[in-house]
Nanobody
Framework: QVQLVESGGGRVQAGDSLRLSCVNS????????MGWFRQAPGKEREIVAA????????YYADSVKGRFSISRDNAKNTLYLQMNSLRPEDTAVYYC????????????????WGQGTQVTVSS
């Protein structure tokens, strides 16, 4: 059973940075990409960033390009999301997930989900 546990969320001011972490209880295979999603109140869950198993292929939503960076340490079974220049519109619950394929950019391509960590950015 895959268990994903996110951490690193919190309440910050606009312009601040946060680093989210997601620990996977099981080592993912080379067929499994991973990703970060977020869901704001009243909105659909949307992809933020995705990464292939080796980390050599990444994807970012247009809204976070140039500000967020996704990375992973497979030796530690850990996924990261470095978030810089945070904005109030980044406020959401952030989820990490394991994809069914090498790389996934749609929610339907992901099978395992964490419980989420809250990020709140005030102006």
């Amino acid at each position: 059973q895959v268990q994903l546990v996110e951490s690193g969320g919190g309440r910050v001011q606009a312009g601040d940075s946060l680093r989210l972490s997601c620990v996977n209880s099981r080592r993912t295979s080379s067929n499994n990409g991973m990703g970060w999603f977020r869901q704001a109140p009243g909105k659909e869950r949307e992809i933020v960033a995705a990464i292939s198993w080796r980390g050599d292929n990444t994807y970012y939503a247009d809204s976070v390009k140039g500000r967020f960076s996704i990375s992973r340490d497979n030796a530690k079974n850990t996924l990261y999301l470095q978030m810089n220049s945070l904005r109030p519109e980044d406020t959401a619950v952030y989820y990490c997930a394991v994809a069914l394929s090498i790389m996934g950019v749609n929610r339907q391509q992901y099978r395992y989900w964490g419980q989420g960590t809250q990020v709140t950015v005030s102006s």
